[in-house]
């Protein structure tokens, strides 16, 4: 019998490492990437809506028994094909290169991005997989796999989805814009009520990476949340969001990407070039 997963694979072609450009200097690492990325959802799809073991890890977080399965997929797969590279994922923490050198190379994971949504048979959670060369990404991949979409992205190539270019959203009229908004700090309400008159419609759908790449492809035209990110929930996404044309900053203006910021730090603002500086200066 086919699944609806098989029928939606067959329903189109593979994303191709040739769509994201010849000149992708990690072509190789993309390639595991995606590879890794699309096992990893198949392990989702097997277990989704048949769990075993939800546990809780923190008052507004669990983790379950994929998360640990997806997450330990991708680590063996990357020590074995890359020895010196380092690993650093939402469950296991950080993991040091396993030979004497360093590569100056570091895998960024989140297993199962959108888990309270996945344990409770919301269908909106992905895996996200970047690799950081010398502190920046240099590769994305984030993978829904109940709309079998693969978001795709290198530093120096453009961003896909299931093969073809995509362009963040860029709407002429701050009226017209769809945003997910999660702030907090000093002056959250009056941060949320001034934004909230400014844009046509608030959505939070529960997970970060697979957010972001829909401002990416355009179906979100801001995602906005305030510390409690970690390197993991954005590093991909936020690459993919990038190359698409989104302008990606912290909330208070920064450079978005930063491997010293420590877990649960981290803030994001994505948005096209047109609107960000607006968005930044009603948010921050």
């Known amino acids: 019998m086919t699944s609806g997963l098989d029928s939606v694979s067959a329903s189109r072609p593979r994303l191709e490492l040739r769509d994201l450009g010849k000149s992708v200097a990690f072509a190789a690492e993309l390639e595991l990437a995606i590879d890794l990325a699309h096992q990893a959802g198949r392990i989702q799809m097997e277990h989704y809506e048949h769990l075993e073991d939800i546990r809780a890890k923190g008052p507004r977080d669990v983790v379950t028994e994929v998360d640990h399965l997806c997450e330990g997929l991708v680590m063996r797969a990357v020590r074995a094909r890359y020895p010196n590279d380092e690993f650093y994922a939402e469950e296991i923490g950080e993991v ?3 030979g004497s050198a360093r590569s100056g190379r570091v895998w960024i994971v989140d297993p199962l991005d959108g888990t309270i949504n ?7 959670f992905c895996i996200s997989i970047a690799l950081i060369a010398d502190g920046k ?5 984030v993978y829904d796999p109940t709309r079998d979409e693969t978001f795709a992205g290198a530093v120096d190539g453009p961003s896909l989805r299931n093969g073809q270019p995509i362009h963040v959203g860029d709407k002429d009229n701050l009226g017209d814009l769809v945003a997910t908004l999660a702030v907090g700090g000093h002056g959250t309400v009056r941060k949320r009520h001034e934004a909230l008159k400014s844009i046509r419609a608030h959505r939070s759908m529960g997970s970060a990476a697979l957010t972001l790449a829909y401002v990416a492809c355009g179906r979100f035209d801001v995602y906005a949340q305030g510390a409690g990110l970690s390197a993991w929930d954005v590093a991909a996404a936020g690459l993919i969001a990038e190359r698409a044309g989104a302008r990606v900053t912290t909330l208070d203006g920064k450079p978005w990407f930063d491997l010293a910021c420590p877990a649960k730090q981290w803030s994001s603002l994505a948005a096209s070039p047109r609107h960000h500086a607006t968005m930044l200066e009603i948010l921050k």
Not at 137 to 141: E, N
């Open 118 to 124: 996945y344990a409770n048979g919301i269908p909106f």
């Open 96 to 98: 040091a290169a396993s």
């Open 137 to 141: 990404p240099a590769i994305g991949v």
